[in-house]
């Protein structure tokens, strides 16, 4: 027997749906009960945005429907906000496709930073992708972000910090290293010129320059 709701004969139109992807903007198309997407244009794996595997605690047939999904799902369910959040920071930017791929590269790099360095890697990421972006508490709202990480989200887009917030402070550090290689990867002499304050930036501003 099969999950009624991974069946296709009580799927309504909005079970399949298309969105842009997070890296290029190339049209993606999504069955609802598909776990990811490759992009045909960048290779860029997306992840359905709107997959929700809270049935799993009730229903009879979790563990077959559970089982089809790709081993990788897991390690990248993480990913998820970042896609969902980097789709509706692409909204916010019509038009301006450089400003867009700026942060990316920006949430790209806090990415390497915060895996290497232990960070907040949500946070920091998700600072990179709303610096300067107006409506930032209704995206976030949208995106049903956790009070939490939403809180961390908003200090870290604060300009100043409690010196005594030694991890906030932290994050503070790799997000404007984060900004500042993504600046430089782009070829911006002034932030060539500079020096990033963690040491894993310092060694991403080295690539940068050979």
């Not at 605690?57 to 089982?67: D, H, I, V």
């Not at 692409?90 to 990415?111: H, I, N, S, T, W």
């Not at 997000?175 to 782009?186: G, Y």
């Amino acid at each position: 027997m099969q999950c009624p709701g991974q069946d296709n004969r009580y799927w309504s139109g909005e079970d399949v749906f298309e969105m842009p992807c997070p890296h290029c903007g190339n049209i993606l198309e999504f069955f609802k009960d598909d776990s990811q997407r490759t992009c045909k244009k960048c290779g860029h794996k997306a992840l359905n945005p709107k997959i929700d595997f809270g049935c799993a605690s009730y229903c009879p047939y979790a563990e077959q429907c559970l089982g089809s999904v790709p081993p990788e799902l897991a390690n990248k369910l993480g990913n998820l906000f970042r896609d969902r959040l980097t789709v509706a920071v692409r909204k916010q930017l019509p038009g301006q496709e450089a400003a867009y791929q700026l942060k990316v590269k920006a949430a790209d790099f806090a990415e390497i930073l915060c895996r290497t360095e232990e960070g907040n890697t949500a946070a920091v990421v998700g600072a990179a992708l709303l610096h300067d972006i107006n409506g930032v508490d209704e995206i976030l709202a949208d995106l049903g972000c956790e009070e939490k990480l939403s809180k961390q989200i908003h200090e870290l887009l604060l300009l100043n910090t409690p010196e005594e917030d030694t991890e906030n402070q932290h994050s503070k550090k790799l997000l404007a290293d984060a900004h500042l290689l993504a600046a430089a990867s782009e070829g911006d002499l002034t932030a060539l010129g500079q020096t990033c304050q963690s040491e894993s930036g310092k060694k991403e501003m080295e690539k940068l320059h050979k």
